[in-house]
């Protein structure tokens, strides 16, 4: 056992976790179609399996931001760990439809302690510059995505079966498992550790605002990845080098613009994000073949900083919130997030439906509702755009209070 912290390893436990995560989130998108096929399960079910994911998230986010200031984050990521471990094991083994639901949300509740445990305490380790370690930390979200992916691609094109890609996640697991184990956990000293305090900053009117807002901007970036292979499968591009693309992108982004979203105002990059977002999946619902990748590429440009500056907008403008509150906001996300994964699953059924109607058969009928589903998804960003757009404007009044605020605690 460590007996003194060492804020490197902690970050880099942090960062195997969030790949495991991610990796879930990759991999899952990529045995869809042969999940349907091996238990013949059809979209709608397969919405609710994925929405078990998404539910288990913001549940442990919950529960890790109340209990944060009490637990602490070892004790959260133990949680996450063996939860990790159970998740995956009862996937390789699921007999069908309700053992899927069971094990996947073991898993969304495994990923929502990562976050409801790391957020805060980055946060708390880098009190300096919060914001660019959020950013870095995050860049492993999409950094798993990459190698979720890519794993997912190449052992599909090998015939080797989805128990066999589900059981690679076990590997990250059990390093990060170690490390959580082995190292000595820091006190919180730099974020507010009231838990009542941290209630009762939850009615500020501009954290409530962007809650509202993590719904959208976590359903704008999540939906299209998670049905990728799905709803692009028969559209001339392959599905998980899309997902490779635009994860690739993100994690560039989030990695090398840490520090300049940190210097420019928040409120201005998520302004931004949510006009190229908008403009990236309607072009994507009518992309063909090789325009699909430029799409795609565009649609990464639009997400990157979505859920970093979600995070780092709470941990600073709403700081009185704590873990709580980080915790809440992400959980937003997810929880919406679940919400909409059978209502889409169940709008792609009944999208092919109508193109069988009216008479297109095979992929030609897939495509068109791939497509009549992204323009559906459109909506979501272009609610950001005047949202984001309200707040831009009231931007100057929102720093000042930010400031003043600051210099308040300060003295």
Request: charged share 10%; net charge neutral.
């Amino acid at each position: 056992m460590e007996s003194t912290i060492n804020k490197n390893k902690l970050f880099f436990a942090a960062c195997i976790s969030l790949v495991v995560t991610s990796m879930t989130f990759a991999i899952r998108a990529g045995i869809l179609t042969q999940l349907g096929v091996d238990f013949e399960i059809n979209n709608t079910q397969l919405g609710y399996i994925n929405s078990m994911a998404f539910l288990g998230f913001p549940l442990a986010m919950l529960i890790g931001g109340l209990l944060y200031n009490a637990l602490g984050p070892k004790k959260l990521l133990i949680t996450a760990f063996i939860c990790h471990l159970l998740g995956l094991i009862l996937t390789i083994y699921a007999g069908g439809f309700w053992t899927l639901i069971i094990s996947t949300f073991f898993i969304g509740f495994a990923n929502g302690s990562v976050e409801a445990a790391c957020n805060p305490m980055i946060a708390d380790m880098y009190t300096n510059n919060r914001t660019a370690m959020l950013n870095k930390f995050h860049v492993w979200f999409p950094g798993g995505l990459v190698i979720g992916s890519l794993v997912s691609k190449f052992m599909t094109d090998a015939g080797l079966g989805w128990q066999l890609q589900i059981a690679t996640m076990l590997i990250p697991t059990l390093i990060y498992g170690f490390l959580v184990f082995t190292q000595k956990f820091p006190e919180s000293e730099n974020i507010e550790s009231n838990t009542t305090s941290n209630i009762k900053a939850l009615g500020n009117p501009l954290f409530i605002f962007m809650l509202v807002c993590m719904t959208l901007t976590a359903t704008s970036e999540f939906i299209p990845q998670q049905w990728v292979e799905t709803i692009l499968g028969k559209s001339g591009a392959s599905p998980m080098l899309v997902l490779a693309l635009v994860t690739g992108i993100m994690a560039l982004g989030r990695f090398f613009a840490g520090p300049i979203v940190h210097r420019l105002n928040p409120i201005g990059v998520l302004f931004m994000s949510a006009i190229v977002t908008a403009s990236a999946i309607y072009f994507m619902s009518i992309s063909e073949g090789g325009m699909i990748y430029v799409a795609a590429a565009l649609f990464a440009l639009g997400v990157c900083y979505f859920w970093p500056t979600m995070i780092g907008f709470t941990s600073e403008y709403t700081a009185k919130t704590g873990a709580l509150g980080m915790s809440l906001m992400g959980g937003a996300g997810m929880f919406a997030t679940s919400i909409w994964n059978p209502i889409i699953g169940s709008r792609l059924d009944a999208e092919k439906a109508n193109a069988i109607s009216s008479g297109l058969v095979g992929e030609m009928a897939d495509i068109e509702a791939g497509r009549a589903v992204l323009g559906f998804m459109v909506y979501f960003p272009l609610a950001l755009v005047v949202l984001f757009g309200i707040l831009f404007i009231l931007r100057k009044r929102i720093e000042k209070s930010r400031i003043s605020h600051t210099a308040t605690e300060t003295a």
